[in-house]
């Protein structure tokens, strides 16, 4: 098994360019989550889905953020437009509801806008 | 206040000490996890807990629910467990709330 999926493993754009990240989910989990980390902050859940369909999104910080999960193997996070402030390390996680419950992570997306 | 406080925010140890690190939470949970990030930055969860005591090797979670409190333990300490270790709760809707982590060093 591959485990979590991330790319890229690094982004670094402008203020005001679309940051589009993505994520691979374990195969035959049906929970995603989407997580920010910042030195600030530390881990924050910024959304999670459960067989495709969002549950909770109330940590998506503003409209610039939007996630989707087209399928049950794939899922994007998008900032449009990107500003400095949401330079993080950005986590996908996934597990499955028939347990064991543990969440597995993947390597992290560190974006850096400029 | 935050709903999930670990302590302490940082620990410094020998090689070999036994180390305690610990977690309070202030909401209702279906689980605790413990987490442990490298310097590399990767995530790996170390333990799941709902009741009792775990154990993996030299490391032991335990949990009371009824005071609210885990702690994570790790007998002969080694430089290798060097890492932040993150508390985090589940929430019954499913959502991790996390505490803000514990930077550990142990010195050879």
């Known amino acids: 098994d591959a485990g979590v999926i991330q790319s890229p493993r690094h982004e670094v754009t402008e203020m005001g360019q679309e940051v589009t990240l993505r994520c691979k989910p374990i195969?035959?989990?049906?929970?995603l989550f989407w997580y920010r980390q910042t030195m600030m902050r530390g881990l924050e859940l910024l959304i999670y889905?459960?067989?495709?369909?969002?549950?909770?999104d109330s940590g998506m910080p503003e409209d610039r953020f939007s996630a989707k999960m087209p399928n049950a193997s794939f899922s994007t996070l998008k900032i449009q437009p990107s500003e400095p402030r949401d330079s993080a390390v950005y986590f996908c996680?996934?597990?499955?509801?028939?347990?064991?419950?543990?969440?597995?992570f993947g390597p992290g997306t560190r974006l850096t806008v400029t | 206040k935050n709903e999930v406080e670990q302590s302490p925010q940082n620990l410094t140890a020998q090689e070999g000490e036994f180390i305690t690190i610990n977690c309070s939470y202030s909401v209702g949970i279906s689980a605790l996890h413990w987490l442990q990030q490298h310097p590399g930055g990767g995530i790996v969860s170390l333990f799941m807990?709902?009741?009792g005591k775990k154990k993996h090797g030299r490391l032991i979670a335990t949990i009371n629910i009824q005071e609210k409190h885990s702690s994570l333990h790790i007998t002969a300490s080694h430089p290798r467990d060097s890492a932040v270790y993150i508390c985090?709760?589940?929430?019954?809707?499913?959502?991790?709330?996390f505490g803000k982590g514990t930077k550990l060093s142990v010195k050879p």
């Open positions: 889905f459960n067989n495709n369909v969002p549950i909770d």
């Open positions: 807990l709902s009741s």
């Open positions: 985090a709760v589940r929430r019954s809707q499913g959502n991790l709330i």
């Open positions: 996680a996934s597990r499955s509801s028939s347990g064991p419950y543990e969440q597995y």
């Open positions: 195969s035959g989990h049906d929970y």
